[in-house]
C-alpha cells in the first residue's frame, strides 16, 4: 500500500535532506562531488527539485486537456 500525498510530501524532502547531509559527512569532495550522478549528494538534490516540476507539468497537462474539451 502507498502512503498518503501529505506524508510523501514530508518524507521526500527529509529523505533527500537526511542523503545530503550523509553524503556530505562522508564525501571528502562535497560540493564538487554533487555534480556526478554516481554519488548520492547528486539525486538527494535532484529528487527535491523534480517532484514538484512532475506535479506542475502534469497538473498543466491535465488543465490543458480539461479546457479542451470544454471549448
Known amino acids: 500500500m502507498l502512503p498518503s ?11 533527500s535532506l537526511a542523503g545530503l547531509f550523509y ?6 569532495t562535497f560540493p ?3 555534480t556526478s550522478t554516481n554519488s548520492l549528494c547528486f539525486y538527494s538534490l ?17 488543465m490543458g486537456i480539461k479546457l479542451f474539451r470544454h471549448n
Open 5 to 15: 500525498l501529505p506524508t510523501l510530501t514530508v518524507l521526500v524532502p527529509l529523505l
Open 23 to 28: 553524503s556530505a559527512s562522508v564525501d571528502e
Open 32 to 34: 564538487q562531488g554533487c
Open 46 to 62: 535532484l529528487l527535491p527539485v523534480t517532484i514538484p516540476v512532475y506535479i506542475f507539468f502534469h497538473l498543466w497537462t491535465w
